[in-house]
């Protein structure tokens, strides 16, 4: 059997094993954000805390004071 080493030509060492875990992480860095954390998905807030009707109703109560303000 082959070694890895005979096929591609490149001997394993330290530096080489540093030098491809640098470019991984910069190539890593460069992908964009898993879909899982930025969209909204119900099923996986269940650590959440359900709001009650009066707490709906203050924060909609909040939304269309700022509204009128700004519409001053």
Request: proline share 3%; net charge positive; no cysteine.
């Amino acid at each position: 059997m082959v070694s890895l080493s005979e096929m591609v030509g490149l001997e394993a060492s330290e530096g080489l094993r540093v030098k491809l875990l640098k470019s991984e992480f910069r190539l890593r860095k460069k992908q964009p954000e898993a879909w899982t954390k930025t969209k909204y998905r119900p099923y996986a807030n269940f650590r959440t805390k359900k709001k009650t009707e009066e707490e709906i109703a203050a924060a909609a109560t909040k939304k269309v004071q700022r509204i009128e303000i700004v519409e001053n």
